[in-house]
């Protein structure tokens, strides 16, 4: 599991304790300065550092160092919990889909900032637009098989990289699902839809995504049994 992470200790040990038995926390520092690594580290999570700042910098070098076969993607805000991707590692281990996106359902006042939220319904439209597909959230939470993640050569490294994922898997002809999950107030100030303009920011990132020319991409290598679970990083 990668499991991004800038100035998280408040949220760390929550997180960390909701990673299901058996998989390994890969927790990408990309340059906190409140000791979240060394705590990462001390509640037994794998950490590497990734010094570039840029929430697809930190992604990718999670996915690099992950060495299983279904890599899931969760943020280290303590806004979702990692323990809700098991259905998702079993979709895609069973071969039921290659991409299963976790589409966030506010559970609390203030859990999803109204700005924040009109942002990623602008972008999901967008989307809608581009590829065809009806999702209603671009969220953080998901799994894929690593290799087919490799193969779509990701090249963002701020915040349009979950959107190029999504695009790249669909020009791919990749089937991607949405499963509904609960989304709790982060721990903390959030570094990219804390404020109008970081929404907005992001929003610009994710624009020149869908402004890139559909390309062949490569499609998912499916297996012909399903892949032991235990293998979930």
């Not at 990718?60 to 060495?67: E, P, S, V």
């Not at 996106?101 to 924040?116: E, Y």
Request: glycine share 10%; hydrophobic share 40%.
């Amino acid at each position: 599991m990668v499991l991004p992470c800038l100035n998280e200790v408040d949220a760390l040990p929550w997180v960390l304790a909701r990673i299901p038995a058996g998989w390994r926390a890969i927790v990408v520092d990309n340059g906190s300065t409140d000791g979240s690594a060394d705590l990462a580290r001390s509640l037994g999570a794998t950490v590497v550092h990734e010094p570039r700042r840029g929430f697809g910098a930190a992604c990718h070098t999670g996915l690099t160092a992950a060495d299983a076969d279904v890599v899931c993607f969760c943020d280290c805000d303590a806004s979702l919990d990692p323990g809700l991707l098991e259905p998702f590692v079993r979709d895609v281990a069973a071969g039921r889909a290659d991409l299963v996106l976790g589409r966030r359902r506010p559970r609390a006042r203030g859990a999803w900032p109204p700005h924040a939220r009109a942002g990623n319904l602008a972008l999901a439209r967008m989307l809608r637009r581009r590829t065809g597909l009806r999702l209603h959230d671009l969220g953080p939470l998901r799994a894929a098989r690593r290799t087919d993640l490799l193969a779509l050569a990701l090249t963002d490294r701020r915040s349009g990289y979950p959107l190029q994922m999504v695009v790249r898997a669909a020009d791919s002809g990749w089937r991607i699902e949405e499963r509904d999950v609960p989304y709790l107030p982060r721990a903390g100030k959030s570094k990219v839809t804390g404020t109008w303009r970081g929404t907005w920011q992001a929003v610009g990132d994710m624009r020149a995504v869908l402004a890139e020319p559909p390309g062949p991409g490569a499609g998912p290598t499916r297996p012909t049994r399903p892949t032991r679970e235990d293998s979930t990083r």
